[in-house]
């Protein structure tokens, strides 16, 4: 037995995945500069009003600790996020969106969901996966 059914489908699941991705990666460096694993961190922000540990950040994505602390120093510098340190503890820090953060990842997010619409559109497969 080389494949069966479920490994088809999941073959299916991972193509799909695949060049869901490599659009809205394309789509977002593009317009926003962001790549995927920052606007998930952000989405992750983007539902909190409180500051934030980045430890719990990596926990709330699929992204490693080592990778959320490179990316939120980048969003740091762009503006997007802002850290400050963590009461109590001198060696932690916080984290939240600022409000310009908020306003670009709200556009990116119009931007995928768009994405998503005309991706399940074009393609049936996808379609089924994600609706």
């Given at each position: ?46 539902h909190e009003q409180e500051w934030v540990r980045p430890g719990e ?35 932690g820090a916080q984290i939240k969106l600022t409000a310009s953060g908020r306003k670009v990842f709200e556009q990116a997010a119009a931007t ?20």
């Amino acid at each position: 037995m080389v494949t069966t059914p479920l490994t088809d489908r999941w073959l299916t699941l991972v193509r799909i995945c695949s060049q869901v991705n490599q659009r809205i990666e394309r789509t977002l460096s593009d317009d926003y500069d962001l790549c995927v694993s920052a606007y998930e961190i952000m989405e992750v922000l983007w539902h909190e009003q409180e500051w934030v540990r980045p430890g719990e950040v990596s926990t709330r994505t699929s992204r490693s600790q080592p990778q959320v602390s490179r990316l939120l120093a980048q969003m740091v510098n762009e503006g997007y996020v802002e850290r400050a340190p963590s009461p109590g503890d001198g060696r932690g820090a916080q984290i939240k969106l600022t409000a310009s953060g908020r306003k670009v990842f709200e556009q990116a997010a119009a931007t995928v969901e768009g994405l998503l619409v005309e991706l399940t559109d074009e393609n049936a497969e996808a379609r089924a996966v994600m609706t």
